[in-house]
């Protein structure tokens, strides 16, 4: 008798309270089982919830077929299913299989309602040939965690119920039931890193060590709570060392840290930030190039999708900047929304005590510029002296990198306003009276 059952069972139980489970459903005889499990599960219970997806990459002569084959699977298990089109284009060099699965993950991501479960059918082999890849890649506990039961995906959750299933206790269940499953031929080609680890090297490695799939499984739980425990300390050192309003990290306080704590908090404080992870490499040049380089210097390490600079002390973390035509002048209404160029943001205008001068805002010309004259000098309203820019920004803490990117308001070819920062002489009104107020969204 299959214990598949069973081990679903234990699984949903220690899932968040939902009435919405939603399978992602290939056709293959993996997922095939798992909907098949859950339809069961649920065909008589009061959960009405339970869905099925299959994602058409179109990537086969053949995917048209497998879409209405999972149509019908769906249909005779009275599950519903709704399958989602892709269109794939991969970039030259990018591989079509990490496109097609960063595609397949944002398709799911974008259905998935908050407190959602979405289930996948991985399983203890699936576990062991993610960690061997991951070990290739020279990964660290992270890495070799591979795959969680259970993680939080979007708005909800992923739960992966089989990970503790064999092969063979799948494929047992697959036809004692009589499924009837698609067998895609990519699956086969050692074109792909995993194909070629799940055709040659498993097989060899389990004639020696037949429990390969389940003390690699093992040792991948081992590395999570290893892991667990490295997030843990990188999260009290990083609260210690953030400035929550910035999102800037404190040097000095990184500096304190034994390296490999460093390194811990500086992968903690990317992932809070919502950038991918540099490789080894370049966490190693944050290291390095931001403690070294000279008090003079602009150190940036950057690598697809992310940039760290600094600047007086503190670390930075941003997308790539976009290349900026500081000729570039603009013309504002001064009442709608502008967007700016090069990922600057937007300026707004609203009205409220002192402020610019509405008289000159509505008679005025209003260009918005980003050339700054190094000689060009300029008198902040309420002062008795006029100052440069390069002391307008150490005042305000302009990092460098974005001092040639400051949205210069001119009104009628007079500077009036530089960004929200600071107002010029002689546009001011005093706070008495009703002016126009510049908010520059980031």
């Not at 760290?308 to 504002?332: G, T």
């Not at 190094?374 to 005042?395: D, E, V, W, Y």
Request: glycine share 6%; with cysteine; proline share 6%.
């Amino acid at each position: 008798m299959s214990m598949l059952p069973q081990w679903l069972e234990k699984h949903l139980d220690r899932l968040p309270g939902t009435d919405r489970y939603l399978v992602a459903y290939s056709g293959g005889r993996d997922s095939h089982v798992l909907l098949h499990l859950l339809a069961r599960r649920f065909g008589k219970s009061s959960v009405p919830g339970l869905s099925a997806v299959h994602i058409n990459h179109g990537l086969q002569p053949e995917a048209g077929k497998w879409a209405a084959h999972c149509l019908e699977v769906c249909r005779k298990l009275d599950v519903p299913c709704r399958t989602i089109e892709l269109k794939l284009a991969p970039a030259r060099g990018e591989s079509p299989e990490a496109q097609a699965r960063e595609a397949r993950y944002q398709a799911l991501e974008s259905i998935i309602e908050t407190g959602d479960v979405l289930m996948t059918a991985h399983h203890q082999q699936d576990q062991a040939e993610t960690v061997l890849l991951q070990l290739f890649r020279g990964a660290g506990p992270a890495g070799l965690s591979a795959m969680p039961a259970l993680s939080r995906f979007g708005r909800g959750y992923m739960a992966r119920p089989l990970l503790d299933a064999s092969v063979a206790d799948i494929d047992d269940y697959a036809r004692r039931e009589q499924l009837c499953w698609i067998d895609d031929p990519t699956n086969q080609s050692f074109q792909y890193d995993r194909n070629f680890i799940r055709n040659r090297i498993i097989p060899i490695l389990s004639g020696r060590w037949p429990a390969l799939a389940r003390t690699i499984s093992r040792s991948a739980r081992h590395c999570a709570e290893s892991q667990e425990l490295v997030d843990t300390i990188a999260a009290a050192d990083l609260a210690e060392i953030r400035d929550s309003g910035t999102h800037t990290l404190a040097l000095p306080g990184l500096l304190e840290l034994a390296s490999s704590r460093a390194r811990a908090v500086l992968r903690a404080w990317i992932r809070s930030e919502n950038f991918p992870l540099p490789g080894s490499v370049q966490l190693e040049r944050v290291l390095s190039e931001m403690t070294t380089a000279g008090r003079d210097r602009n150190p940036l390490v950057q690598w697809p999708g992310a940039e760290i600079r600094r600047f007086q002390d503190r670390l930075y973390i941003m997308q790539p900047m976009a290349p900026l035509n500081d000729d570039l002048s603009l013309v504002w209404d001064g009442h709608t929304t502008l967007r700016l160029p090069a990922g600057i943001g937007r300026l707004e205008s609203c009205t409220g005590p002192g402020g610019l001068s509405q008289a000159h805002w509505r008679t005025g010309v209003i260009r918005i510029s980003f050339r700054v004259h190094r000689q060009q000098r300029i008198r902040i309203a309420g002062r008795n002296h006029s100052t440069s820019f390069k002391n307008l920004f150490q005042q305000f803490a302009v990092p460098v990198w974005n001092r040639n990117r400051i949205p210069l308001v001119y009104l009628d070819d007079e500077l009036a306003a530089v960004a929200d920062l600071c107002i010029c002489e002689p546009f001011a009104v005093p706070e008495s009276e009703q002016g126009i107020h510049i908010n520059w969204i980031r």
